[in-house]
């Protein structure tokens, strides 16, 4: 079993930071590649972001390339998301996941799970 926590979400204005947090335990963290997705009101749990099991590699939705950073520390057991130039459209609640695929940008392909953080762009 692998648990993951997010933090760092909130309400920010258009234009502005954030950076979430994803604190994972149990099993040993470098096995695993992370991902970021997020899920809107009334929509579909979608990709945002990957990394690698050793963050050399890493992977953007569209919507959030050249906005969006996604890194880990392996070292802290943790991978982040940076979110930058954020939009009305980002809105979302942010969910991090563990898996030991190479699939990345697909939601069955991840095997834990954490509880989510809510992040609100006003505009």
């Known amino acids: 079993q692998v648990q993951l926590v997010e933090s760092g979400g909130g309400l920010v204005q258009a234009g502005g930071s954030l950076r979430l947090s994803c604190a994972a335990s149990g099993r040993t963290f470098s096995n695993y590649a992370m991902g970021w997705f997020r899920q809107a009101p009334g929509k579909d749990r979608e990709f945002v972001a990957a990394i690698s099991r050793t963050g050399g590699s890493t992977y953007y939705a569209d919507s959030v390339k050249g906005r969006f950073t996604i890194s880990r520390d392996n070292a802290k057991n943790t991978v982040y998301l940076q979110m930058n130039s954020l939009k009305p459209e980002d809105t979302a609640v942010y969910y991090c996941?563990?898996?030991?695929?190479?699939?990345?940008?697909?939601?069955?392909?991840?095997?834990?799970w954490g509880q989510g953080t809510q992040v609100t762009v006003s505009s």
């Open positions: 996941a563990a898996t030991r695929s190479t699939n990345y940008r697909a939601t069955q392909a991840y095997d834990y």
